[in-house]
């Protein structure tokens, strides 16, 4: 599956943005879906993830009630919906997908295909 990552912007703190993942190549919706990031000179992280069907989400404690991670799997398209944006989370932002042994659970490793990444600046 190839995944294609866009959204990203600068936008102040407190702001809020949507990233958008679309997914071409194989059906998608097989595919457990997450988001991670990567800041300047740190590793890439978990920022969210969500079962195949939609039903299960889960969230790195440091993003937890600020995004909400959605799918459409109509449309192949995973969401990223960030909130209450802080400097500390400017970073590059990946959606990535994985096969799933469960239909109802996320996952926030194991991770197989990326996509190219989106950049999102947050001023203070």
């Known amino acids: 599956v190839q995944l294609q990552a866009y959204g990203g912007g600068l936008v102040q703190a407190g702001g809020s943005l949507r990233l958008s993942c679309a997914a071409s190549?194989?059906?998608?919706?097989?595919?457990?879906m997450g988001w991670f990031r990567q800041a300047p000179g740190k590793e890439r992280e978990f920022v969210a993830g969500i079962s195949v069907n939609g039903r299960s989400t889960g969230y790195a404690d440091s993003v937890k009630g600020r995004f909400t991670i959605t799918r459409d799997n109509a449309k192949n398209t995973v969401y990223l919906q960030t909130s209450s944006l802080k400097p500390e989370d400017t970073a590059v932002y990946y959606c990535?997908?994985?096969?799933?042994?469960?239909?109802?659970?996320?996952?926030?490793?194991?991770?197989?295909?990326w996509g190219q990444g989106t950049q999102v600046t947050v001023s203070s």
């Open positions: 190549g194989r059906t998608s919706s097989n595919y457990a």
């Open positions: 990535a997908a994985r096969t799933a042994i469960f239909i109802g659970h996320y996952y926030s490793t194991g991770y197989t295909s």
